[in-house]
């Protein structure tokens, strides 16, 4: 079936420093892909996505890109804030069914 | 409400005891999600709703759970006779169509405990 599969944190990174949170996939299809984001007591939201191969999801300034050779949809930042200081889950969904399949969630914890 | 509400936020129970779990979503949309994390855990899916349509209910651990909508408003989940490995944050996310074009709105969670 189709999974998700994300590097365990907790990360701690100090500010300016560079991400780079790994997610791998397995679907039977052509997935679209996401990270959301959980920051502290709020709901999860989106970050960015991804719909086919190749494609770059953007936004707050970290990117990630579909790679369906090494089916893997890494998000990176080059530069982390305070303010980045939350829970990242990577996700897919695919056409051929309903549900957004989640990883388990990477915290990342941004010290000044 | 302008987001995606949920109550109660905390609800604590005794095992056996039936809970329901309410979900407010954003007016006018017509997906709703119903998600189940346990802790340290990724969010397992559990039921979803799209209009009039019959639900998606493949995603239910056991009989003792339950949802229902009416039309495109509120949704209740329901689980009777909880266990202990009940405990978890459900969550509710709602959208204006199939989870493939992206942006679920997720509400807080109802944190549940059985004791």
């Known amino acids: 079936g189709n999974s998700v599969t994300q590097m365990e944190g907790p990360v701690t990174l100090s500010e300016e420093a560079f991400l780079t949170i790994n997610c791998t996939y397995t679907?039977?299809?052509?997935?679209?892909l996401f990270w959301y984001v959980q920051y502290p007591g709020e709901g999860l939201q989106l970050l960015l996505k991804a719909t086919k191969a190749d494609d770059k999801g953007s936004n707050k300034g970290f990117e990630a890109t579909y790679r369906k050779e090494t089916t893997s949809f890494h998000l990176e930042k080059g530069s982390v804030q305070v303010s980045d200081s939350a829970v990242y889950f990577c996700a897919l969904s695919e056409w051929d069914n309903n549900d957004m399949r989640f990883g388990a969630g990477t915290r990342l914890t941004v010290k000044p | 409400g302008a987001g995606v509400s949920q109550s109660p936020s905390n609800k604590v129970t005794e095992k056996g005891k039936d809970v329901e779990l309410r979900c407010d979503p954003i007016?006018?949309?017509?997906?709703l999600y119903w998600y189940r994390q346990r802790l340290g855990q990724g969010l397992e899916f559990l039921i979803y709703f799209q209009g009039n349509s019959a639900p998606d209910k493949s995603g239910l651990p056991s009989d003792r759970f339950s949802a229902e909508r009416t039309g495109e408003s509120v949704s209740t989940l329901t689980i009777q006779r909880t266990q202990q490995e009940d405990s978890a944050v459900y969550l509710c996310?709602?959208?204006?169509?199939?989870?493939?074009?992206?942006?679920?709105?997720f509400g807080e969670g109802s944190r549940l405990t059985v004791l």
């Open positions: 996310a709602s959208s204006w169509g199939l989870a493939q074009n992206g942006e679920l709105f």
């Open positions: 007016s006018g949309h017509t997906a």
């Open positions: 679907a039977t299809g052509y997935p679209s």
